[in-house]
């Protein structure tokens, strides 16, 4: 008797549908929630962010630190380090007070690589939904120039068991992890109902985290975070590296209308004088008569003979000689070849490897971007080999170029980054096949058996060689 096929589905859509399912549920209380607004106020301590992201890898050899600010009038600008932030920040700096309005529940759609987070969260029930933030932050290592940098995008705060992430978003990683409130953070309602927020920032030690693949991802709870990819070291993972604030902005006082009082301008009566005309007396002028009393003197005008004493000496100007040292020009290093393996296709949770040929006293950068030939997303120190692991949804276009000195190679050969769609399929038997699962660093072809309802135990698992 024939049997009825299922249909083709990825492991990823039975994860949304148990997830639509479970909102389904919860759609009608929340139809008349109080969304959280407000204002978060956070300040870095950039002095010991540096010291827990030094570490031996050749992006990180200094540490990285908070290097710009973009507020809420720049959330569609790109973060790339040629366009100016609101405010830069120096490795010194700390307790900033960096302003980030709270998002409304509908927001622009992504533009110029930026990713606004709407709010759905509801103040009196924390564990569901997240909190937009508008503008960003930009991160830097230290002693780089515009050639490495990190894009920490538009923000969201999220709740995981109990434990506050403060997530980025953007068109690479997707949702990650950036920071965590330490344990010990206030958390109430102010006497209008508004949530309100207070604690110490940590890297936190990946657990109870949030991270997913894709562009601008909707955050998944799992474990890789910033703090795995910032290489902080486990002894670093509970330091306070700045301090967050969330409340609710002041209601502005209102301004009395004052009704101005009408100026009433009197005129006084002037009473005229009269006048008196007034007959004038003359007084008689006498005649006198003058007599000369002496013959005037002639003036005499003596002109003085002027002789020189001495012939003046010209000065004579002296331009000094300058002796100019050139410095050695540096020939530009060799375009490098860059090459992937195991290809530039492959499944999510494969170790890729990229490698090119390096030149003694030469530096690399690999660059990337979701466009060919427009990698504008971020840049990193690089050397030869380079291994990744591929995330789920991966679709980015890399290339490297070499520093000698202050002379810049051409960029390598592009090479296009993509993850391949691994579907899950039903076999004749009715059982779900899984084509490729990674496992103990081995691959696996896996076969669950379907009971009919949904529920599956395993059947085989076949090593792929």
């Excluded at 503008?135 to 109990?162: C, F, H, I, P």
């Amino acid at each position: 008797m024939p049997t009825k096929p299922y249909p083709s589905i990825k492991l990823a859509s039975v994860r949304f549908i148990a997830f639509t399912a479970v909102t389904s549920l919860l759609l009608p209380s929340l139809a008349n929630a109080k969304l959280v607004a407000g204002l978060a106020t956070i300040s870095i301590d950039n002095p010991t962010i540096i010291l827990t992201t030094i570490s031996d890898y050749p992006a990180y050899v200094n540490g990285t630190y908070v290097e710009g600010y973009f507020d809420s009038t720049q959330d569609n600008v790109d973060l790339i380090l040629d366009n100016p932030a609101t405010l830069t920040l120096s490795p010194n700096s700390k307790d900033q007070s960096l302003a980030f309005p709270v998002q409304p529940a509908t927001v622009p759609a992504n533009n110029h690589d930026r990713f606004p987070q709407a709010t759905t969260m509801d103040t009196g029930n924390t564990s569901v939904g997240q909190i937009g933030l508008s503008g960003a932050m930009r991160n830097a290592n230290v002693g780089s120039t515009k050639t490495n940098y990190l894009e920490n995008q538009d923000l969201s705060l999220l709740k995981v068991n109990d434990v506050w992430n403060l997530v980025t978003h953007d068109s690479v990683g997707g949702a990650q992890t950036l920071y965590q409130l330490a344990p010990g953070y206030s958390e109430g309602l102010d006497t209008n109902g508004n949530l309100t927020l207070s604690g110490n920032l940590i890297w936190g030690d990946g657990s109870n985290a949030v991270t997913v693949s894709g562009v601008g991802g909707a955050p998944v709870p799992n474990i890789s975070p910033w703090v795995n990819f910032m290489r902080v070291k486990p002894g670093d993972y509970y330091k306070v590296i700045g301090h967050m604030e969330l409340k609710t902005l002041p209601t502005p006082t209102p301004i009395p209308t004052v009704t101005p009082t009408p100026t009433v301008t009197v005129t006084p009566t002037v009473t005229p004088t009269p006048s008196v005309t007034a007959t004038p007396s003359v007084t008689p002028t006498a005649t006198v008569t003058v007599t000369p009393s002496a013959t005037p003197t002639p003036t005499v005008t003596v002109t003085p003979t002027i002789t020189p004493t001495a012939t003046p000496t010209p000065s004579t100007t002296v331009t000094p000689t300058a002796t100019v040292t050139l410095a050695p020009t540096l020939a530009p290093a060799a375009v490098p070849v860059l090459s992937v393996n195991p290809s530039a296709s492959a499944a999510p949770g494969t170790v890729m490897r990229l490698t090119f040929k390096q030149e003694p006293g030469v530096t690399y950068q690999l660059c990337y971007g979701t466009a060919p030939g427009k990698l504008t997303v971020g840049c990193g120190a690089i050397s030869s080999p380079f291994e990744f692991v591929m995330r789920d949804k991966t679709d980015i276009y890399g290339a490297v170029k070499a520093f000698n000195g202050q002379v810049t190679s051409a960029y390598s050969n592009e090479l296009h980054i993509q993850a391949t769609d691994q579907e899950a399929y039903y076999d004749a038997n009715q059982n779900l096949v899984v084509p490729r699962v990674l496992a103990f660093g081995k691959a696996y072809k896996v076969t669950l058996h379907n009971n009919g309802n949904y529920e599956f135990k395993l059947e085989q698992a076949e090593e792929i060689k």
